[in-house]
């Protein structure tokens, strides 16, 4: 029989999920499995990576009841999954925690402050290609380190999430260098682990399984993964990757020129690149195809939307209502600026930043309010794109969107008309589903390069241009945009010294 499909499996932090995918890039059947992130106290966050292997083998087993003779028409296994999550296991393959700190935990506050205090950015950017941050694996080791030092002396690798899983399909260990360019530790000009950074944070370079392509054949499903999951003993399992280098990929995100905006509670946006964007600001992430991908993330995307149904409805308006009352003021709001930073700021000297309407007047309504929280959260991103493309050089061609906001014909308007450039939007929601697809059809030989299998695999449903009165409004809007958000920086340390 014709080994003509792929199975992907994305270890997400909701839900682990599987699908299986075709020459065509149709997902012929998907399913999912959900699990909790366990909450220890107020900022931990915390996941079983039994839980992620338990999900991954109902959602398997499911797609392969749906499509009649899957298991042998399966070409290979390729997984992608959330990020940071640090997994350590003995020399036998046992785990040395039940339980493993997610992305989103911040228990390495502290940690991050004093190496941010002790280090000049120019003391570390050049060898980790990124800015500090709590989510990073080389703090969480440090942290495991100095909490759980017994968990931390018995750990012989430390994997991420997506590892961990193809740990359990293959029995073999590894690791790669998009989920490598985010750990702290990898130099982004050698993609290895960097001998500099590892001694910085004092860590134990043994524990670091060799960074390997994310196209390589890892191994073999084992008999004993096999007899879980359905699968056919010695099926193909790629190396993978990280989920979001593999949803820029299976977006069609993965040529210089091209950007992405992912906009689900925040906006990610990221610009795809030949080489690192070394600047406090800006983090880096190694892309599938061997690029980068510089990207900035506005903490208040779609939060700023769900912030103003809160706190002008009390939940009593939906979605469709708002954008509808949003589209009844002209572009611009009536001069009405709302600057998104609603949780702070991830990155930079101002992660205290504040939010705020600047210019209200007697003449401004709800309609008003809700256009500007909307233009607020393009103009927050237009800063970021900006920065990046002086950085880089090169302007962007077209912004590909996925996410939630990419169900928003309005916001897109906004966005292309704010941004200048083109917004695509995929057909396919399930972008790291095809992105796993893409990169079995390239290691298995269908297409020379993955780039290539992303172009066959991703179609586009709507290209949303620029609006040419909204774009010229919006460019004379943007500098003051600018401006206030550099001037409001000096009022933050003040107002935190008054509400506390």
């Not at 709590?134 to 690798?157: M, N």
């Not at 993609?191 to 001694?199: G, K, L, Q, T, V």
């Not at 990929?249 to 905006?261: E, K, Q, V």
Request: net charge negative; charged share 20%; glycine share 10%.
């Amino acid at each position: 029989m014709t080994q003509d499909l792929a199975l992907s499996i994305d270890v997400g932090t909701g839900s682990a999920r599987a699908a299986l995918v075709d020459g065509r890039g149709r997902i012929l059947a998907i399913a999912a499995r959900e699990y909790e992130q366990i909450v220890p106290a107020f900022g931990r966050s915390e996941q079983r990576p039994a839980d992620w292997w338990d999900g991954v083998v109902h959602s398997v087993r499911a797609v392969l009841d749906k499509v009649e003779g899957a298991r042998s028409r399966i070409a290979a296994v390729c997984a992608c999954g959330q990020m940071h999550g640090t997994v350590l296991v003995d020399a036998d393959g046992a785990l040395t925690r039940d339980t493993v700190p997610l992305w989103n935990d911040k228990r390495t506050l502290d940690l991050v402050a004093a190496f941010e205090r002790g280090h000049d950015p120019k003391d570390y950017l050049a060898e980790s290609g990124n800015p500090p941050t709590p989510a990073w694996p080389a703090f969480k080791l440090a942290w495991i380190r100095d909490h759980d030092p017994e968990a931390y002396r018995r750990a012989a690798a430390v994997m991420m999430p997506k590892d961990w899983v193809n740990f359990r399909l293959t029995g073999e260990i590894a690791m790669e260098a998009t989920e490598g360019s985010c750990s702290f530790l990898m130099n982004p000009a050698t993609r290895d682990w960097s001998p500099a950074m590892i001694a910085l944070m004092g860590l134990d370079a043994a524990k670091l399984p060799r960074l390997r392509s994310p196209l390589e054949i890892l191994g073999g499903v084992t008999a004993a993964a096999a007899a879980e999951t359905g699968l056919l003993e010695g099926t193909p399992v790629l190396v993978g990757g990280a989920d979001y280098p593999v949803a820029l990929l299976g977006s069609g995100a993965c040529r210089p020129g091209l950007g992405s905006d992912v906009t689900g509670t925040s906006c990610i946006i990221t610009l795809i690149t030949e080489a690192p964007l070394l600047d406090p600001e800006i983090c880096n992430v190694a892309t599938i195809e061997g690029g980068w991908g510089p990207f900035v993330l506005l903490e208040s995307g779609g939060d700023a939307m769900r912030w103003a149904r809160r706190a002008f409805h009390e939940g009593a308006l939906g979605y469709p209502e708002i954008v509808a009352k949003a589209a009844e003021a002209a572009p611009g709001a009536g001069g009405l600026l709302f600057l998104p930073y609603l949780v702070g700021e991830r990155l930079g000297a101002h992660r205290n930043a504040r939010a705020q309407f600047f210019g209200l007047g007697a003449g401004h309504g709800l309609a008003e309010l809700h256009r500007a929280v909307l233009e607020g959260v393009a103009f927050a991103a237009t800063r970021h794109i900006r920065v990046m493309e002086a950085a880089s050089g090169r302007p962007l061609d077209r912004v590909i969107a996925s996410g939630g906001g990419a169900k928003t014909g309005l916001w897109l308007k906004i966005k292309a008309s704010a941004y200048g450039i083109p917004i695509l939007v995929p057909e396919e929601a399930e972008c790291g589903v095809i992105g796993c697809a893409a990169m079995v059809a390239a290691a298995t030989g269908r297409f020379a390069t993955v780039q290539n299998a992303a172009s066959a695999l991703v179609r586009y449903a709507t290209e949303i241009a620029s609006d040419p009165g909204w774009a010229e409004r919006y460019a004379r809007m943007q500098p003051v945009f600018d401006r206030l958000y550099r001037h409001s920086q000096t009022l933050y340390d003040d107002l935190d010294g008054i509400t506390s």
